[in-house]
């Protein structure tokens, strides 16, 4: 077992299959020793975990929930590096994560949102978790997804 299926499993998480891309375009490229991942959406067994614009108040999706949702999106962008590199354990250190956020107009919490995201790097790989980052408000997103995140990993040479 590698060192990233170790702590995986100590924090009872499994990296999901590779979501299909739902347009013209691969889930992850390797350029050099870096691995791009495409905008990966919350998908769980083929459906959206979640879906509309996140905020506070009826008809929307909590804060709280979102920051969930960029839990799952971060799984799925490293099902898609793995796909492209073979072993998480390839990874050197997350070099950027930018995430992107369906919100209603009042919504400003973006960051606190995108914490999802950073935080479970940060449990999966430590130190070499800590990244540069953006989460960026949007109007929509595919599918009516609440948030997408995209991953820069560096490659041990």
């Not at 506070?56 to 793995?82: F, H, T």
């Not at 050197?92 to 949102?113: E, L």
């Amino acid at each position: 077992m590698s060192q990233v299926e170790v702590r995986l499993a100590e924090l009872g998480i499994e990296i999901p299959e590779v979501a299909v891309p739902v347009a013209s375009y691969v889930p992850a490229v390797v350029s050099g020793n870096f691995v791009y991942t495409s905008g990966q959406l919350p998908f769980v067994g083929g459906s959206l975990r979640a879906i509309g614009k996140v905020g506070e108040g009826p008809g929307l999706v909590d804060p709280a929930e979102a920051k969930e949702v960029a839990r799952i999106c971060v799984l799925n962008a490293l099902a898609a590096a793995q796909s492209a590199i073979g072993s998480l354990d390839r990874i050197a250190r997350v070099v950027k994560v930018t995430g992107f956020v369906a919100s209603d107009p009042a919504f400003t919490g973006q960051p606190m949102v995108i914490n999802g995201a950073s935080e479970l790097l940060g449990e999966i790989f430590g130190d070499e978790g800590s990244h540069a980052r953006s989460a960026v408000g949007v109007a929509v997103l595919p599918l009516d997804s609440p948030v997408e995140v995209e991953l820069i990993l560096e490659l041990h040479s």
